[in-house]
Nanobody, 124 residues
């Protein structure tokens, strides 16, 4: 049984930092691309960042480029999202995803495994 478990969310002031973690089990983690998405109330789930299984391809949404960093530690079956210079508009539930199978990293339906999410709230 595949499980993705996120942690590290919380309440932070604008300009602050958080580091999210997602621990995977039940799959050969190094064989999968992994990604972070987020969803704010009343909005669709949106792509944040992706790290390919070979670690050769890393992409970010324009809205987080230069502020967020995705990394992975295959020995720990973990993907991280370091978030710096946080803004109130970054407030959302953040989800990790794995098992990409499709045409576009940016589309949630092409990801087969999801975590339960962790809440990030940035106060102004």
């Amino acid at each position: 049984q595949v499980q993705l478990v996120e942690s590290g969310g919380g309440l932070v002031q604008a300009g602050g930092s958080l580091r999210l973690s997602c621990i995977a089990s039940g799959l050969t983690f190094s064989s999968y691309s992994v990604a972070w998405f987020r969803q704010a109330p009343g909005k669709e789930r949106e792509f944040v960042a992706v790290k390919s299984k070979s670690d050769s391809d890393t992409r970010y949404a324009d809205s987080v480029k230069g502020r967020f960093t995705i990394s992975r530690d295959n020995a720990k079956n973990t993907v991280y999202l370091q978030m710096n210079s946080l803004k109130p508009e970054d407030s959302a539930v953040y989800y990790c995803a794995a098992n990409f199978n499709g045409d576009s990293y940016y589309a949630p339906p092409f990801w087969g495994y999801w975590g339960q999410g962790t809440q990030v709230t940035v106060s102004s």
